[in-house]
């Protein structure tokens, strides 16, 4: 091989050379390099070895932290004549950050400058914050025309929009932004414009034909797996796994329902999971209301105490998903009988491998009057040399049902209830698999044996009716299924990735010079009250549990710019940060101190649980920021306001240069909403074993539009965003 003249071979990375003098064939085994100078006679009398000759690659130039004034300075900017068409919501919020953090697509809705000099993002969620209280804040005069008639004569002059025409399109009315000017906010909120350009309107996710306020929270820090691109097959389509998925196996000791998801499920609780005498009191009342006007007589389950879940067959046997326990699959059929109450006509119950343990039919006390043929599958034929009773069914189950049982089935609450049962040991595969739009919506068993089990069932649905042995077998799969794949299968942290997770995957750019990690991953942080590790943000490099608002500000300022000491934030910080404020909710009474204190971000629904207090009307004092707020005193909410405005300026003072900051409220008022939710279940509940004139609620059209107007009020939030 002969070099080219005029292209010498250089090595950009360490070279390996030998001595050849006794090369055979003559020629030097690293063909086609030209020598760089004689070897030394030390060198070529030592025996032919390796050597290693360093060569540094050539090093490129870093980028600095560009001047404010300069440039090249990021920033994230609206224009009037941007591709705005509709209202952004919170994924739009989230995809912005993966924009900047993750290489992801570009937004259309707002101009983002320089964006790869962006070197942190801050996301701090601060519900109470309300679009109305910028709307309302805007002063309106005679002779100097506010600053929202400007703004929306303005738009109209650059749109060509007419007064009465589009109001969608007009700042807070639908979905362009208003221009902040501090001479136009309330006292509360005039130091946001110092930070902020501009307020954005967002609608949060939710359904309002379903009447359901999603999660803001999980808006922001779950990104959904791209849209599968090949023409879907009618019925439910068969689950898509997140990036890096793994299975986690688990046993069945870990899906047993809490005391807490029994009771928000509508299920009698067993005593053994009452604690005080409060609580034992409380469900005496419930079951009165479960009980209707028959009267019947609770059974419980004898399990002993506490401790008799407890087993030394759990250790040692980690491939057993049952961990030592009995697994009992149960589903049963009701007709409807002369007091307008459900009752038990049909039971089966099937073990782990699938063998049938019960299989009867059960002659009601009260005469039948609708056998509900189309779904039970029962005709009075079935029925008539039937000498079953329940007090029978009732006896076996008591011996089947002992301390080392789990009962396993779909809404079991209803099976039971037709039993007049309790017992401690729940798996429900209702709780197990969400419905994909929240509670209280539910799957229903043919929805989900077609999309994790590629099964049909029910196919006699309305027809013939439903095979309580089929039923019950599903349901086994679908916990065995959940077994082998882990806790999160079937939820939507298995069809979504984490945030963290999506930018951990992108390396830290080498021009950031000043960050510790070049060249590495990038690194995120959840800073919230409770504990922030056991929800939505357990994939965070860093989970910062606070206990007010006051630490979360500190925490943030430690997860942006690292600890002095480094013990819990290495120096330089993080690259993501996400964070909530509750003071202000809390003042207004989105949600009481209990789940204040009792609270994950795991986008659960936090309000109008427990002692919820219910909105009063309250008259305005004509200062705007408290117009929208029902039901708490104007001044604390103004002094909260006002608290939590301080907090965000001195988590905007506390950050670096280049660092985009983004304040979102993550949705509207929701206790309206909420209220009637409640009472919409409650009417649900009594209608399905009374009779009309024996309703204690009613549920009209009326209640169904204002449902809707709740909805979409509690959907109404608010965003704000700047780079420092």
């Not at 109470?128 to 303005?154: T, Y």
């Given at each position: 091989?002969?070099?080219?003249?005029?292209?010498?071979?250089?090595?950009?990375?360490?070279?390996?050379?030998?001595?050849?003098?006794?090369?055979?064939?003559?020629?030097?085994?690293?063909?086609?390099?030209?020598?760089?100078?004689?070897?030394?006679?030390?060198?070529?009398?030592?025996?032919?070895?390796?050597?290693?000759?360093?060569?540094?690659?050539?090093?490129?130039?870093?980028?600095?932290?560009?001047?404010?004034?300069?440039?090249?300075?990021?920033?994230?900017?609206?224009?009037?004549?941007?591709?705005?068409?509709?209202?952004?919501?919170?994924?739009?919020?989230?995809?912005?950050?993966?924009?900047?953090?993750?290489?992801?697509?570009?937004?259309?809705?707002?101009?983002?400058?320089?964006?790869?000099?962006?070197?942190?993002?801050?996301?701090?969620?601060?519900?109470?914050?309300?679009?109305r209280m910028f709307h309302n804040g805007v002063k309106a005069d005679d002779e100097d025309r506010s600053l929202l008639e400007q703004a929306e004569s303005r738009l109209r002059a650059e749109t060509g929009?007419?007064?009465?025409?589009?109001?969608?399109?007009?700042?807070?009315?639908?979905?362009?932004?208003?221009?902040?000017?501090?001479?136009?906010?309330?006292?509360?909120?005039?130091?946001?414009?110092?930070?902020?350009?501009?307020?954005?309107?967002?609608?949060?996710?939710?359904?309002?034909?379903?009447?359901?306020?999603?999660?803001?929270?999980?808006?922001?820090?779950?990104?959904?797996?791209?849209?599968?691109?090949?023409?879907?097959?009618?019925?439910a389509q068969p689950p898509r796994e997140a990036h890096a998925w793994e299975d986690k196996p688990t046993t069945i000791r870990q899906m047993i329902a809490s005391a807490e998801q029994l009771r928000e499920?509508?299920?009698?609780?067993?005593?053994?999971?009452?604690?005080?005498?409060?609580?034992?009191?409380?469900?005496?009342?419930?079951?009165?209301?479960?009980?209707?006007?028959?009267?019947?007589?609770?059974?419980?389950?004898?399990?002993?105490s506490s401790d008799a879940v407890q087993s030394p067959s759990d250790e040692g046997k980690p491939d057993d998903p049952t961990a030592g326990r009995e697994v009992l699959a149960m589903d049963c059929e009701?007709?409807?009988?002369?007091?307008?109450?459900?009752?038990?006509?049909?039971?089966?119950?099937?073990?782990?491998?699938?063998?049938?343990?019960?299989?009867?039919?059960?002659?009601?006390?009260?005469?039948?009057?609708?056998?509900?043929?189309?779904?039970?599958?029962?005709?009075?034929?079935?029925?008539?040399?039937?000498?079953?009773?329940?007090?029978?069914?009732?006896?076996?189950?008591?011996?089947?049902?002992?301390?080392?049982?789990?009962?396993?089935?779909?809404?079991?609450?209803?099976?039971?209830?037709?039993?007049?049962?309790?017992?401690?040991?729940?798996?429900?595969?209702?709780?197990?698999?969400?419905?994909?739009?929240?509670?209280?919506?539910?799957?229903?068993?043919?929805?989900?044996?077609?999309?994790?089990?590629?099964?049909?069932?029910?196919?006699?649905?309305?027809?013939?009716?439903?095979?309580?042995?089929?039923?019950?077998?599903?349901?086994?799969?679908?916990?065995?299924?959940?077994?082998?794949?882990?806790?999160?299968?079937?939820?939507?942290?298995?069809?979504?990735?984490?945030?963290?997770?999506?930018?951990?995957?992108?390396?830290?750019?080498?021009?950031?010079?000043?960050?510790?990690?070049?060249?590495?991953?990038?690194?995120?942080?959840?800073?919230?009250?409770?504990?922030?590790?056991?929800?939505?943000?357990?994939?965070?490099?860093?989970?910062?549990?606070?206990?007010?608002?006051?630490?979360?500000?500190?925490?943030?300022?430690?997860?942006?710019?690292?600890?002095?000491?480094?013990?819990?934030?290495?120096?330089?910080?993080?690259?993501?940060?996400?964070?909530?404020?509750?003071?202000?909710?809390?003042?207004?009474?989105?949600?009481?101190?209990?789940?204040?204190?009792?609270?994950?971000?795991?986008?659960?629904?936090?309000?109008?649980?427990?002692?919820?207090?219910?909105?009063?009307?309250?008259?305005?004092?004509?200062?705007?920021?408290?117009?929208?707020?029902?039901?708490?005193?104007?001044?604390?909410?103004?002094?909260?306001?006002?608290?939590?405005?301080?907090?965000?300026?001195?988590?905007?003072?506390?950050?670096?240069?280049?660092?985009?900051?983004?304040?979102?409220?993550?949705?509207?008022?929701?206790?309206?909403?909420?209220?009637?939710?409640?009472?919409?279940?409650?009417?649900?509940?009594?209608?399905?074993?009374?009779?009309?004139?024996?309703?204690?609620?009613?549920?009209?059209?009326?209640?169904?539009?204002?449902?809707?107007?709740?909805?979409?009020?509690?959907?109404?939030?608010?965003?704000?965003?700047?780079?420092?």
């Amino acid at each position: 091989m002969v070099e080219q003249p005029g292209n010498p071979i250089t090595p950009r990375f360490d070279v390996l050379a030998r001595d050849d003098d006794d090369d055979s064939d003559g020629e030097s085994s690293c063909k086609g390099r030209r020598p760089s100078a004689p070897i030394p006679d030390e060198v070529a009398s030592a025996e032919q070895e390796w050597s290693t000759v360093p060569v540094k690659p050539p090093s490129k130039k870093r980028k600095k932290i560009p001047k404010k004034d300069s440039p090249n300075y990021p920033s994230i900017s609206y224009s009037s004549r941007s591709r705005l068409q509709s209202t952004i919501k919170i994924s739009d919020l989230q995809s912005l950050v993966l924009y900047i953090l993750a290489n992801g697509v570009s937004p259309q809705w707002v101009s983002v400058r320089h964006f790869t000099a962006i070197r942190k993002v801050v996301v701090v969620m601060v519900p109470g914050l309300e679009r109305r209280m910028f709307h309302n804040g805007v002063k309106a005069d005679d002779e100097d025309r506010s600053l929202l008639e400007q703004a929306e004569s303005r738009l109209r002059a650059e749109t060509g929009l007419k007064a009465a025409e589009d109001e969608d399109a007009l700042p807070l009315n639908g979905y362009r932004p208003l221009e902040l000017s501090k001479d136009a906010l309330q006292e509360p909120l005039r130091p946001l414009a110092d930070m902020f350009e501009h307020v954005w309107p967002v609608l949060s996710p939710g359904d309002e034909r379903g009447s359901q306020l999603h999660s803001p929270i999980a808006a922001m820090l779950q990104s959904p797996l791209p849209k599968a691109q090949d023409k879907k097959a009618p019925g439910a389509q068969p689950p898509r796994e997140a990036h890096a998925w793994e299975d986690k196996p688990t046993t069945i000791r870990q899906m047993i329902a809490s005391a807490e998801q029994l009771r928000e499920n509508d299920f009698a609780i067993h005593p053994m999971l009452l604690e005080t005498d409060e609580q034992k009191l409380a469900e005496t009342c419930r079951r009165q209301k479960l009980q209707g006007t028959t009267g019947g007589e609770w059974v419980e389950t004898e399990v002993g105490s506490s401790d008799a879940v407890q087993s030394p067959s759990d250790e040692g046997k980690p491939d057993d998903p049952t961990a030592g326990r009995e697994v009992l699959a149960m589903d049963c059929e009701m007709c409807k009988t002369s007091d307008g109450e459900l009752a038990l006509t049909r039971i089966s119950v099937v073990r782990w491998d699938g063998s049938v343990v019960m299989d009867e039919l059960v002659k009601p006390e009260r005469p039948i009057t609708d056998y509900l043929t189309p779904y039970s599958g029962i005709t009075k034929a079935m029925l008539e040399p039937v000498t079953t009773t329940l007090k029978d069914i009732q006896s076996r189950l008591l011996r089947l049902f002992h301390a080392r049982a789990v009962v396993v089935g779909h809404s079991l609450n209803a099976d039971l209830a037709a039993l007049w049962m309790s017992h401690p040991y729940i798996v429900d595969t209702s709780i197990l698999y969400p419905h994909p739009r929240g509670s209280p919506l539910k799957s229903s068993l043919k929805w989900l044996a077609q999309k994790y089990l590629g099964r049909e069932i029910q196919k006699g649905h309305g027809s013939s009716g439903h095979s309580p042995i089929e039923d019950a077998l599903a349901c086994l799969d679908l916990v065995k299924q959940k077994c082998q794949r882990g806790l999160s299968w079937g939820t939507r942290e298995a069809s979504a990735e984490s945030i963290y997770k999506r930018i951990a995957r992108t390396p830290i750019p080498a021009k950031f010079s000043s960050h510790p990690n070049t060249g590495l991953g990038r690194t995120g942080a959840v800073v919230d009250c409770g504990r922030p590790d056991k929800g939505l943000g357990a994939a965070a490099t860093f989970c910062i549990g606070c206990q007010s608002d006051d630490e979360v500000v500190q925490g943030i300022k430690s997860a942006v710019n690292g600890d002095q000491d480094g013990k819990l934030v290495p120096a330089g910080g993080v690259d993501f940060v996400w964070a909530r404020l509750r003071d202000l909710a809390l003042v207004q009474g989105w949600w009481n101190n209990n789940n204040n204190n009792n609270t994950n971000n795991n986008g659960n629904k936090e309000n109008s649980n427990g002692d919820e207090k219910e909105p009063t009307d309250s008259d305005d004092d004509g200062h705007g920021v408290e117009s929208s707020v029902h039901g708490c005193d104007n001044a604390r909410v103004r002094d909260a306001l006002t608290e939590s405005v301080r907090q965000v300026v001195d988590i905007y003072d506390s950050l670096p240069p280049c660092t985009a900051f983004i304040v979102y409220s993550g949705s509207g008022d929701p206790r309206e909403m909420a209220r009637l939710q409640a009472l919409h279940q409650q009417y649900r509940r009594e209608f399905a074993t009374r009779n009309w004139d024996d309703l204690s609620v009613q549920w009209t059209d009326d209640e169904v539009q204002s449902l809707r107007q709740a909805t979409k009020k509690a959907r109404e939030s608010m965003a704000m965003l700047v780079v420092k």
